[in-house]
């Protein structure tokens, strides 16, 4: 017996199902050779009048929006070239640009064996989250402070005292010293997470216990340069260990030439042989399970530059940055994470008397986000940011984040 | 490619064929339908997106053969939706694919979703027919998800963009998924008029209507995708 009960049920249970209209994946052409991958993003956020979240390229990480398309190209089984180009720009503020972000050559003198080098401009090796500072892999929209906020330091221009050093905490995102580029201009993060650098990179490992990287590139962590001319090298490595797949540690470390030549030309000979460098240790762990996902980080950096006048800038300028972040998915599409961030500063004597080099800055980002689609992500947060300096400032700002990638 | 699939539309034509069935007499015979889905564009297996800000190698993964489609009768008799049971199937997470990529299961089946790789996968859905998370687990584990309702269910791994699955979840057991040379076979299929279709990865799908005589025997059915 047929039980007209029976369809009307299935009537019910019975909906077309829509397919995804949007690719979920990169495109593969050439015979498989050629793949390419895109992601796009907008964000935006009320003005940061006390610039807590501008980044080196002179605008607010918040308030951007940026599309970039990345390629692999394989040619065998020994070598690919890889590249990504990106468009960005600030939302309602000035030019946008379009520039190589990456270009190099990933050669794989044993296909059988877990071991290549990249030449070229390549990503750097040193810490982790400049892998992960876009798209998916960042739960939130802003970034570390060690890996964005902009100290007083730079590369082009250098304090002639500590006073001059002083004279500047707390105005990264806009210094001016008086050796060297006299143009008022921007400061360097700890780490510059956003260019990469020009060199080579070995690597050793995939998905095993142990990997370890090693690279000499041009530059250093707070500056990377992509032409090597004229400027020093850096070497850098990094060392991971995952003794059970839910947990992940890193040792980082760094030591490169942070001045550039227009200014070590500029001073006289004894100067051009003082200490010119930046030298940092990173540690980073990550541990997940189930729905959780717990990271940390923690950057020490110190810059070593020519003592010029008195007062003396003595010693090396260190700066620590640390930061713990969670991410916590609710239901399927939905997440919640929370990071917490501290950027300190060691201390330097002046005329006034003994401060740290900069201002320290604490900051807290919470917020989530929601799959439109599998690769359509809405992500909404709220920062707080505290400046110690002599006017202590804080600032609130909520944020909003569409993201696509394919 | 917008399309829409709709996996079960119960058949008004079937309460006739099974009327007719329901009178007293000699049981009449069931069929065999097989036949061959032919696949012209067979869709490319994804590579993993590239890797620009990866350290070194690319990842252990290894491309399937996607030339399988899922072949099922549109309308079906009604005792097909009573036949029940405890059913359960697997999909593995192994060398960064889902194993198999598609799955094809009756309504109420437990699928289960063990890890095979030595390192972590995180296996979810925000299909609407179920949508799930299962969190991120290691090798040797397993978590299982049951199947309430019929529809698509899209699975991915949100550690590992290039992972991903179909499994097709159905009210009635009149379904096959193409072997390696696409063909199907459906058993015990009573006499009456069907439309069957052959689905394909979401991108391509073809219908066509057949007979099954009193007799019962062999029908063949092919389709041709493009």
């Known amino acids: 017996m047929v039980s007209a009960c029976a369809c009307l049920l299935l009537a019910a249970l019975a909906r077309p199902v829509t397919a995804q209209s949007l690719p979920t994946g990169p495109i593969t052409t050439a015979g498989g050779r050629l793949t390419i991958g895109g992601e796009a993003s907008a964000s935006v956020s009320p003005s940061d009048e006390y610039y807590f979240d501008y980044s080196d390229y002179n605008y607010n990480l918040l308030r951007q929006v940026r599309a970039d398309a990345a390629a692999v190209l394989r040619l065998g089984d020994r070598l690919a070239l890889l590249g990504d180009i990106r468009v960005e720009g600030p939302v309602g503020e000035g030019p946008w640009t379009l520039r190589p972000y990456a270009l190099f050559a990933r050669i794989r003198p044993w296909p059988r064996r877990a071991f290549d080098v990249q030449a070229g401009l390549i990503p750097p090796v040193f810490g982790a989250f400049s892998r992960r500072a876009y798209g998916p892999y960042n739960p939130l929209i802003g970034f570390p402070l060690a890996y964005q906020y902009l100290t007083s330091l730079r590369p082009d221009a250098l304090p002639a005292s500590a006073d001059d050093l002083l004279r500047m905490r707390g105005r990264g995102w806009l210094t001016r010293y008086p050796v060297g580029s006299l143009t008022a201009d921007h400061g360097v993060p700890l780490v510059d997470g956003l260019h990469y650098q020009t060199g080579v990179e070995v690597h050793a490992g995939n998905n095993d216990p142990i990997e370890v990287s090693a690279a000499l590139t041009a530059g250093s962590l707070s500056a990377p340069r992509v032409s090597g001319a004229g400027s020093g090298a850096q070497v850098s490595g990094r060392f991971s260990y995952r003794p059970v797949p839910s947990l992940v ?10 001045l550039s030549r227009s200014v070590t030309d500029v001073l006289g000979a004894a100067a051009q042989q003082a200490s010119n460098d930046q030298r940092a240790l990173g540690f980073d762990a990550e541990y997940s399970h189930g729905h959780w996902l717990v990271r940390t980080e923690g950057v020490l950096s110190s810059w070593r530059i020519p003592a010029l006048a008195a007062p003396f800038i003595d010693g ?70 505290r400046r110690d300096s002599s006017y202590t400032r804080t600032s609130g700002l909520v944020s909003a984040q569409l993201l696509f990638w394919f | 490619m917008r399309r829409q699939l709709a996996l079960l539309v119960p058949g008004v034509l079937l309460l006739l064929i099974g009327g007719a069935r329901d009178s007293p007499g000699a049981a009449p015979a069931a069929a065999t339908v097989r036949g061959r889905v032919e696949i012209r564009n067979p869709v490319a297996s994804p590579e993993p997106r590239p890797g620009i800000g990866d350290l070194g190698v690319d990842p252990a993964y290894q491309p399937m053969d996607r030339r399988r ?44 979703f063990p890890n095979a790789d030595p390192f972590f996968h995180n296996v979810f859905s925000l299909s609407k027919t179920r949508p799930f998370d ?41 379904f096959a998924v193409t072997d390696d040379q696409g063909r199907y076979r459906i058993d015990r299929v009573p006499p009456g008029t069907y439309t069957m279709t052959a689905w394909y990865e979401g991108v391509s799908q073809q219908s066509r209507t057949f007979t099954v005589l009193d007799e019962g025997g062999t029908v063949d059915v092919d389709f041709s995708l493009r």
């Open chain 1, 316 to 385: 090396p300028l260190r700066a620590f940055g640390i930061d713990v972040e969670g991410r916590y998915r609710i239901r399927p599409g939905l997440y919640a994470a929370l990071r917490v961030d501290h950027l300190g500063f060691s201390r330097v004597a002046g005329s006034a008397g003994e401060l740290p080099w900069d201002a320290p800055v604490r900051r807290i980002e919470a917020g989530g986000g929601y799959s439109l689609q599998r690769n359509i992500l809405l992500k909404v947060a709220y920062q707080y940011n």
């Open chain 2, 69 to 112: 489609a899922v072949v099922y009768l549109e309308t079906a008799p009604q005792p097909a939706f009573e036949e029940g049971g405890e059913m359960r199937a697997t999909m593995r997470q192994e060398h960064e694919t889902f194993v198999p990529h598609v799955l094809a299961i009756r309504v109420g089946t437990v699928v289960d």
């Open chain 2, 134 to 174: 299962l969190g991120r687990y290691a090798r040797g584990h397993s978590k299982a998800i049951r199947f309430d309702e019929p529809g698509i269910v899209r699975v991915f791994c949100d550690i590992h963009s290039h992972m991903s699955a179909f499994i097709l979840v159905f009210a009635h057991r009149f």
């Open chain 1, 249 to 258: 540690l890193g040792l980082s470390g760094a030591r490169g030439v942070f």
